[in-house]
């Protein structure tokens, strides 16, 4: 361990008695650990603290300079510090970790989210769940359909970035090739827009974008957060790439409202 690791010593919030909604049962009164690729960012801390809600010993990897932006969680969080796509800093992380969340970001035009990607496929615990964010512009089967105005945005956005070498999409493209070629526990959680705000609840998801329920585009971040460490305990989305919606969006409502008294999952479609 390096001076800047912080170990969990909370022993209090690691036994509480088990809660409705944790991960924990009577039955395994231990919290399980999940390790959170990429906690320093928007996203991550919210996975941190819907984490921590649940009962789970949390170690979180980031950039050593983000290090101060999880300074709220001092104490009740493991803090790796490190490149997340550098395979020593993630096997030391995910060890004896019975889930992995990865945020996979294009930024950087060096293979940063691929090189993440396969350094937790590479180091995770065998049998472990693995749950990587990305967004709707992702494709599994091909059988997407994308507006006109995402699909300009990607024709754009996609060169424009890669010429400042700001971004390329092309590396969050190919991380995700490789997590759906794998035959580790895998979810790709593909998020529409995001905008902050209150929790509204657990998402709702489609596998394709194009799918009506998903016509509002939009999702609130902490809620994604919420499905991707939710995604840990549902068998359901293993192997799946699950495009996700805010559950309180007009064309979630709409959705909900059509399928009322029929007996299809509130909570997905297909
Ligand atoms: N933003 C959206 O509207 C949107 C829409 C759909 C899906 N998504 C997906 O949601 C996830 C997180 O998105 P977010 O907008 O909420 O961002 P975020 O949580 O703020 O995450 C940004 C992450 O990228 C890291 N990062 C920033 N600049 C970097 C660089 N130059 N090199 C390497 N890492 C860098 C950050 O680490 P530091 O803390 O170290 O800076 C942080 O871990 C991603 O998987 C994204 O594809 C986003």
Not at 72 to 86: C, K, L, Q, S, Y
Request: charged share 25%; glycine share 10%; with cysteine.
């Amino acid at each position: 361990m390096t001076g800047k690791e912080t170990l969990n010593t909370n022993k209090e919030r690691l036994y509480r008695p088990p809660v409705e909604g944790d991960a924990r049962t009577q039955e395994s009164p231990v919290a399980r650990k999940v390790c959170i690729v990429g906690a320093s960012g928007k996203l991550g801390r919210y996975m941190v603290r819907h984490a921590l809600d649940r009962g789970y010993e949390v170690v979180g990897v980031c950039r050593e300079k983000s290090v101060g932006k999880l300074d709220a969680f001092e104490g009740r969080i493991t803090v790796v510090p490190g490149a997340t796509n550098d395979p020593e800093v993630i096997k030391r992380a995910v060890a004896g970790c019975d889930g992995v969340l990865v945020v996979l970001v294009p930024w950087g035009v060096h293979g940063y989210s691929t090189g993440t990607a396969q350094a937790v496929l590479d180091h995770a615990p065998v049998g472990a769940r693995l749950v990587f964010s990305c967004g709707w512009h992702i494709t599994r089967d091909g059988r997407d359909v994308y507006s006109w105005k995402l699909r300009t945005f990607a024709r754009v956005f996609g060169p424009l970035a890669r010429l400042a070498r700001f971004a390329d999409v092309d590396d969050q493209v190919e991380a995700c090739r490789r997590v759906f070629a794998s035959d580790r526990r895998w979810t790709v959680v593909r998020g529409s827009d995001l905008e902050e705000g209150e929790s509204q609840g657990l998402p709702v998801w489609s596998r394709h974008v194009g799918d009506p329920i998903l016509a509002s585009n939009i999702t609130r971040r902490v809620d994604f957060a919420l499905f991707m460490v939710a995604a840990l305990e549902n068998e359901e989305l293993v192997h799946e790439a699950p495009a996700i919606v805010g559950c309180r969006t007009p064309s979630a409502l709409a959705h909900a409202a059509a399928s009322e008294g029929s007996t299809s999952s509130p909570i997905s479609v297909y």
